[in-house]
């Protein structure tokens, strides 16, 4: 079982619509969790950061966690062309400052 | 302000060849990371510098990879003898703070080394 699990998809929605990403994890110790954002042929870039179970947002992006249940999502709202990007999650494991890494989904928001 | 940067962008190399691999961090960022992504693969970790000194260097494959930081500054990666499975891209990232803590990981836009 891989540590953090994610649909590698692509995940196709339409512009103005609500981009749902999923991750979940295995490590009950993760503490902090991570979601990135990596254009083709870029570097990672941190979009949002949670440790606390419930909901994070943060403009039109907004983080849940589930402590209990192992998952950890993403919502794009009114998403737009421009959010066409592979999305990372990823987590520090307890006590570490080491990111464990899921494969990442593809999203791609049509016009 | 200028961002992790690393160097070369590209390196094709032949089985059995060395390879260093250059990082220049955020200046100010004590905290330094390599990663590394093999087709079709998660990124995964390798190792973290605090400063100069190895923090942990768990995600080190094998002795053939040697990580250095001299003076807290700059870091190179070297891999010697290449061997094919090495091929991916090197991503390396600095962060000011603890990541546990939320302190942003800062990263490069990779080196994409390939072994032939």
């Known amino acids: 079982q891989k540590e953090v699990e994610q649909n590698s998809g692509p995940l196709s929605v339409p512009e103005g619509a609500i981009a749902s990403l999923n991750c979940t994890y295995s490590?009950?110790?993760?503490?902090?969790f991570f979601w990135y954002r990596q254009y083709s042929g870029k570097s990672p870039e941190l979009i949002m950061f949670?440790?606390?179970?419930g909901d994070k947002e943060d403009g039109r992006f907004t983080a849940q966690l589930n402590k209990a249940s192992q998952y950890v999502s993403l919502l794009i709202r009114d998403s737009q062309p421009s959010d066409s990007a592979t999305y990372l999650c990823?987590?520090?494991?307890?006590?570490?400052?080491?990111?464990?890494f899921g494969t990442g989904t593809q999203l791609k928001v049509e016009l | 302000e200028a961002g992790v940067t690393q160097f070369p962008s590209h390196s094709v190399i032949e089985k059995g060849q060395t390879v260093t691999l250059r990082c220049d961090p955020i200046?100010?960022?004590?905290?330094l990371y390599w990663y590394r992504r093999v087709m079709g693969k998660e990124i995964k970790f390798l190792l973290h510098?605090?400063?100069?000194?190895?923090?942990?260097e768990s995600g080190m494959p094998n002795n053939r990879f040697l990580a250095e930081r001299t003076g807290g500054t700059y870091s190179t990666l070297k891999v010697q003898p290449a061997e094919l499975e090495d091929s991916g891209v090197y991503f390396c990232?600095?962060?000011?703070?603890?990541?546990?803590?939320?302190?942003?990981?800062?990263f490069g836009q990779g080196t994409r080394l390939t072994v032939v």
């Open positions: 990232a600095s962060s000011q703070g603890q990541v546990l803590l939320g302190s942003e990981a800062f």
């Open positions: 510098f605090v400063k100069e000194s190895k923090q942990d």
């Open positions: 490590d009950r110790g993760s503490q902090s």
């Open positions: 200046s100010g960022h004590d905290n």
């Open positions: 949670i440790y606390s179970n």
């Open positions: 990823a987590m520090a494991p307890g006590g570490g400052n080491k990111l464990t």
